[in-house]
């Protein structure tokens, strides 16, 4: 079993690292090569526009866009799409839990119709309510897990 961190260019690897005591570049993919498969794990895609700012501090819906943007992202980085999602896990801060129900929920599913994943393929998905994200701000948080062929 061979493991690759991947990195996307954005400015939360470099300036950001998430490795205590050293600067080492955080990287948001994993990709574990087995016989025959590609495991791509993604972790939380946020509303970061590309030079590390939040999009509409407590908007659910333009956080939403953006992070589901930035996940497409992510995946093309690792050699995955939307229909090699396998599973997914949302994070919602826990006062915004309704305005996800409302408005994030369709953003994703438009996101998935919209990358040729129709609605009787979405990918399971957990949703949890949170006490808040890493930063104030911030109103939800997607990650995945992908497979792709080797």
């Known amino acids: 079993m061979e493991r690759e961190l991947i990195g996307t260019g954005s400015v939360w690897e470099t300036d950001y690292p998430y490795t205590k005591g050293a600067r080492a570049p955080w990287t948001p993919i994993c990709k574990v090569k087995i016989p025959g498969a590609n495991l791509i794990f993604i972790a939380g895609q946020v509303a970061y526009d590309d030079r590390g700012r939040i999009v509409v501090p407590d908007s659910m819906k333009a956080q939403a866009e953006l992070a589901y943007a930035n996940l ?32 994030g929920a369709r953003i994703r599913d438009k996101w998935f119709a919209d990358n040729g994943v129709p609605n009787d393929k979405l990918p399971p998905m957990t949703l949890l309510g949170v006490a ?19």
């Open 72 to 103: 497409k992202h992510a995946l093309g980085a690792a050699g995955a799409k939307a229909s090699d999602i396998v599973c997914e896990r949302i994070y919602v801060v826990k006062e915004h839990m309704h305005h996800f129900m409302t408005r």
């Open 132 to 150: 808040r994200l890493s930063h104030l701000d911030l109103v939800l948080e997607v990650e995945v897990i992908a497979v792709t062929e080797a």
